[in-house]
């Protein structure tokens, strides 16, 4: 074992990398504290073969909270996770974990005891100056956060099979040179341009009914109707839920003496601030030297000593653009809001208190605090109705989840969907009949329209799909063959499509005539000739950015970007008309820089599509795995 390897070296292993202690011990360690409660070993969710434990789960989300708690300093309560969706979240990732393990299994990939030797013995994360650190230093770190060795192997070995997953499934991704040239263009090539939109107007356009049946009789494959299928469903949302459940004051204030922490409102001051960045480095274009930079601001402290107005001499001075146009009005904050140094120095200043200079990593400050407010408690009537909403929204949770455990359950002993509907007072619906890769709401979910066609006509789908408004069963009750369209069935939207087409005919031969007129007039007389109104874009624009109001598209990019400064475009075809462009200033492809940045940004963009391939291949792969949730289990989770 890993742990063998480790004694054996125990001179090497001196302190742990910090890599894996900010990474690993850190996110990960705290959710090793608990879980011990009775129901821990109970299995949550069943993931194909492999099960999610209570207690794993427990430890997971303690975990995530801790990370988020420390992200955000505590500003974080219980109600903000929960609108944040940590539960959720948490048991997503596990899923995702077994998903994985099921798929390397699949795909005859593990990770044995020599593979986790040879990564402590060569990864640079693992040593210090070149050599392994000492087993007895490695656990005493563990130790005191509350994991053991063997725990940390098995995180490591889920590390490394995943790595091996997606180097298998994304090693053969490669990004070639015009790949990447295009990409640079992308992000550096900008223009400044002058345009003309000629709007493609509908309305008012005549089309006689033999020029629609012309149109039919021509195009009856265009506007045949694929195969189809008409859908029952039970739609489980939280608002259908929440009527369902109720709270009583005696639970309200319970909670309250129970969260009393939960509900206090830290101590806070209210300052302003006048700040003179410090250079980061020689080079940097921004801020001065330390010494200059010290100077000004001793000289914006003396004449705030002095009875000068600070808002005045913040808007005058201070650097932080953010602040500086308010007066370095700052608002109010809480311990730990901002650096160290700047939190510290405001906190002792009382109100109408000017700070010495404080330093801290933006530069030099100069602090007012211009209010004080202590920490106090609110009343249990001004949080009553936030009590009420978030014990309301646990037990929708709950009950959402005991209600698709057991329609599911109920769905898989051959039961319909509209029986067990009526059965817990639901109505099942009928949907519209659905086109593959079309959504419907509220059926608005790929997974679920991919899945209705793979089922058969009488077949019942018992896992839930999440829509926007919550999760939906679905039974396959018709399926409609391919089949021609009669003309009255279309004849509506063929007409439609007819003044479509005549309108952006219309438009393409006025844009024809104002680029003529352009040409020797320029665009702002010649638009004004045929009524219509030149614009600009404020400044340079990238490919791929909204080009003033005629938004972004790959054909406007490739005209734009194609032209010469004070060259005009033929009509370039959007979706609301046509357009002529003139750019007026342009900041153009950069041979030598490209070839300068061309490695890296392959590089770079290989990485991203790799992770965009495992992505994908996670998906698929989870689509393969039936998931079975325990709703009592996951009651019991949330409650501890």
């Not at 929204?393 to 002993?413: D, K, N």
């Not at 593959?436 to 089922?455: C, D, H, I, K, Q």
């Given at each position: 074992m890993a742990l063998g390897f480790m004694r054996r070296h125990r001179r090497w292993l001196y302190g742990f990398l910090w890599l894996v202690i900010a990474a690993f011990i850190i996110l990960y360690i705290p959710a090793f504290q608990g879980a011990t409660e009775k129901g821990a070993g109970a299995t949550l969710v069943e993931v194909g073969s492999m099960p999610i434990t209570v207690g794993e789960y427990q430890k997971a989300y303690l975990r995530q909270r801790e990370m988020y708690l420390s992200l955000y300093q505590g500003r974080l309560d219980n109600e903000a996770l929960k609108r944040m969706g940590l539960e959720e979240q948490t048991l997503q990732s596990l899923i995702d974990d077994r998903v994985l393990q099921l798929e390397a299994r699949r795909l005859g990939i593990s990770v044995d005891d020599e593979t986790l030797r040879q990564r402590l013995a060569t990864s640079p994360e693992f040593q210090i100056d070149g050599?392994?650190?000492?087993?007895?230093e490695l656990r005493r770190r563990l130790e005191m956060q509350g994991i053991s060795v063997a725990e940390f192997?098995?995180?490591?070995?889920?590390?490394?099979?995943r790595?091996?997953?997606?180097?298998?499934?994304?090693?053969?991704?490669?990004?070639?040179?015009?790949?990447?040239?295009?990409?640079?263009?992308?992000?550096?090539?900008?223009?400044?341009?002058?345009?003309?939109?000629?709007?493609?107007?509908?309305?008012?356009?005549?089309?006689?009914?033999?020029?629609?049946?012309?149109r039919f009789d021509a195009s009856k494959d265009r506007y045949g109707f694929p195969e189809r299928r008409v859908l029952s469903y039970l739609l489980l949302d939280l608002p259908k839920l929440q009527p369902r459940v109720t709270v009583t004051e005696a639970e309200q204030r319970a909670y309250y003496d129970a969260h009393a922490d939960e509900f206090k409102q830290p101590e806070q001051v209210c300052a302003s601030h006048v700040l003179v960045k410090v250079k980061a480095s020689p080079e940097a274009a921004e801020?001065?030297?330390?010494?200059?930079?010290?100077?000004?601001?001793?000289?914006?402290?003396?004449?705030?000593?002095?009875?000068?107005?600070?808002?005045?001499?913040?808007?005058?001075?201070?650097?932080?653009?953010?602040?500086?146009?308010?007066?370095?009005?700052?608002?109010?904050?809480?311990?730990?809001?901002?650096?160290?140094?700047?939190?510290?120095?405001?906190?002792?200043?009382?109100?109408?208190?000017?700070?010495?200079?404080?330093?801290?990593?933006?530069?030099?400050?100069?602090?007012?605090?211009?209010a004080r407010r202590e920490e106090t408690t609110p009343a249990f009537a001004q949080v009553r109705d936030r009590i009420n909403n978030t014990l309301m929204?646990?037990?929708?949770?709950?009950?959402?989840?005991?209600?698709?455990?057991?329609?599911?359950?109920?769905?898989?002993?051959g039961k319909s969907i509209e029986d067990v509907a009526k059965e817990r007072g639901f109505t099942a619906e009928r949907s519209a009949p659905l086109a593959?890769?079309?959504?419907?709401?509220?059926?608005?979910?790929?997974?679920?329209?991919?899945?209705?066609?793979?089922?058969k006509r009488g077949e019942t789908e018992p896992e839930p799909f999440q829509v926007p408004t919550g999760y939906a069963f679905i039974s396959v009750q018709d399926v409609q063959a391919p089949r021609a369209a009669d003309f009255k069935e279309v004849q509506d939207r063929v007409k439609a499509d007819l003044q479509q087409e005549k309108a952006f005919e219309t438009a393409r031969l006025k844009a024809v005539d104002l680029e003529t007129r352009a040409?020797?007039?320029?665009?702002?007389?010649?638009?004004?000739?045929?009524?219509?109104?030149?614009?600009?874009?404020?400044?340079?624009?990238?490919?791929?950015?909204?080009?003033?109001?005629?938004?972004?598209?790959?054909?406007?990019?490739?005209?734009?970007?194609?032209?010469?400064?004070?060259?005009?475009?033929?009509?370039?075809?959007?979706?609301?008309?046509?357009?002529?462009?003139?750019?007026?200033?342009?900041?153009?492809?950069?041979?030598?820089?490209?070839?300068?940045?061309?490695v890296s940004l392959i590089a770079s963009l290989r990485s991203q599509r790799r992770e965009e391939l495992f992505r994908s291949f996670m998906q698929e792969a989870r689509k393969r795995v039936t998931v079975q949730r325990n709703a009592e289990a996951f009651r019991r989770a949330m409650a501890s």
């Open positions: 050599r392994f650190m000492g087993a007895d192997e098995q995180e490591l070995r889920r590390r490394i099979l790595e091996r997953v997606a180097s298998l499934v994304t090693d053969g991704v490669m990004v070639s040179p015009k790949e990447a040239e295009d990409e640079f263009r992308r992000r550096n090539e900008q223009v400044k341009a002058e345009y003309v939109m000629v709007p493609a107007e509908v309305s008012g356009v005549a089309v006689t009914d033999a020029e629609v049946r012309a801020g001065h030297a330390d010494d200059e930079a010290r100077r000004i601001a001793q000289s914006a402290l003396d004449q705030a000593r002095a009875g000068g107005d600070f808002a005045a001499l913040a808007k005058k001075v201070s650097e932080d653009q953010g602040s500086a146009p308010q007066g370095g009005e700052l608002g109010c904050f809480e311990r730990g809001r901002m650096v160290p140094e700047f939190s510290d120095a405001a906190f002792a200043l009382g109100p109408g208190q000017t700070s010495d200079l404080v330093k801290t990593q933006y530069g030099y400050h100069v602090i007012r605090v211009t929204g646990q037990r929708v949770r709950t009950l959402l989840e005991e209600q698709m455990q057991g329609i599911s359950e109920a769905l898989r002993h593959r890769g079309a959504e419907t709401p509220p059926l608005t979910s790929p997974a679920l329209v991919a899945r209705a066609f793979e089922l040409a020797s007039a320029g665009l702002e007389k010649a638009a004004a000739t045929l009524a219509l109104v030149r614009k600009e874009t404020p400044g340079l624009v990238s490919r791929g950015q909204a080009m003033g109001d005629l938004g972004s598209s790959v054909a406007l990019d490739e005209a734009a970007y194609a032209l010469a400064v004070n060259t005009l475009s033929d009509p370039i075809r959007l979706p609301g008309g046509w357009a002529v462009v003139r750019v007026v200033e342009k900041k153009a492809f950069d041979p030598a820089a490209f070839e300068k940045d061309k």
